[in-house]
């Protein structure tokens, strides 16, 4: 039987090939993936400006059921729906020894240095297979991955119930963070972004207030012109870092959570941080969270984002679709939109 994938062959080169399928070891499975969301980073990767191995499958936002187990797992069993933990770690850096596995200097992900989701079957160790609940859509339990990297976000920014956050951004991880933000007691939630569907969904998530980031002062007024002690940057951009400085109360904690250009700079005075004893934080990807993100999927209302759904033949579509926002999330399904859906 011949399998249908998604291979990256370069900048704007990706090829829709198919194999035969692999043997597994004894601590694998395989996966029917179902529903694959497409992320900023594949869009990256595609326009050549992130670096992934020549010829690998996309995607790490994988939510599928499981077809095969190998003759040494336990604990899965084929037909369960299982969410994937995209990373591989060497385990014998200094920072996986130290407990901080991602930021290994050796790491690979899943979509981006090893075969990814955009198949229609991944084989990955049964340790990074995560069962969800049968009767979750799929799509939904796609949203793990990102989820699991917005709650290591919250870790970091490690915000106070009752305290005002502003968040720049509402795309699908701004829309996640304005769940988390509610759910752990944040208001107001005020949310920045230059698109009114945007907006909308920001809105539909919980915030309080949505605005367009040209008014920047009508957000601070919302906090008596003291500023917000919690600041998101979930863009990925120098001149929301800047703004975020300008518009942080003191004492406030700052996240930097989207990914911005390598050769984004921003312009800081290091007084504004020392005087106003600010403190900048970075998130990257989702270190001991999946399980978290797994438990508190159900309770985020996240059904409440609109999904677009592309077949893999249509993957430079989903990719345009993903780049122009056309929809709160889109997703690749590798075995048909109905199954995708749930």
């Known amino acids: 039987m011949l399998l249908t994938e998604a291979r990256f062959f370069g900048t704007g080169d990706v090829r829709l090939l198919t194999s035969e399928p692999t043997p597994l070891a004894p601590a694998e499975v395989a996966i029917a993936p179902l529903a694959v969301g497409v992320c900023g980073t594949d869009s990256h990767i595609v326009a050549g400006s992130f670096a992934a191995a020549p010829q690998v499958v996309l995607g790490h936002e994988v939510c599928g059921r499981i077809t095969e187990v190998g003759a040494a797992v ?47 079957r991944m084989v990955v160790p049964a340790r990074i297979a995560y069962r969800l609940p049968d009767a979750t ?30 968040i720049f951004g509402a795309g699908p991880a701004g829309a996640m963070m304005v769940a988390l933000a509610k759910a752990r007691g944040l208001a107001p939630v005020v949310v920045l972004d230059p698109r009114t569907d945007r907006r909308e969904a920001a809105l539909r998530m919980g915030a309080d207030t949505a605005l367009d980031p040209a008014s920047l002062d009508e957000a601070t007024a919302l ?27 003191r004492g406030g904690r700052i996240l930097v959570f989207g990914v911005a250009r390598p050769d984004d700079e921003a312009r800081v005075r290091p007084n ?3 005087a106003r004893e600010l403190t900048l934080v ?29 077949g893999l033949d249509q993957l430079p579509e989903a990719l345009e679709a993903q780049r122009t926002g056309t929809a709160d999330k889109v997703f690749i399904a590798p075995h048909g939109i109905a199954a995708a859906r749930g």
């Open 272 to 274: 504004d941080i020392f």
């Open 282 to 310: 970075g998130a990257v990807i989702n270190p001991y969270t999946h399980h978290r993100a797994v438990q508190m999927l159900p309770t985020l209302g996240l059904d409440r984002l609109r999904p677009a759904f592309y």
């Open 223 to 249: 906090t008596d012109g003291l500023g917000f002690p919690h600041v998101i940057d979930a863009v990925g951009s120098a001149r929301i870092l800047e703004s975020a400085i300008t518009v942080s109360s």
């Open 137 to 166: 859509p799929p799509w939904i339990g796609a949203l793990t991955e990102p989820l699991a990297c917005c709650l290591h976000g919250m870790d970091q920014l490690n915000p106070r119930s009752g305290l005002p956050i502003l």
């Open 74 to 120: 336990d604990g899965l069993t084929v037909g369960d729906l299982v969410t994937v933990e995209p990373h591989d770690y060497c385990t014998r850096c200094t920072y996986c020894r130290l407990g901080q596995e991602h930021l290994c200097d050796s790491k690979r992900g899943y979509g981006v240095k090893l075969d990814g989701g955009m198949t229609e």
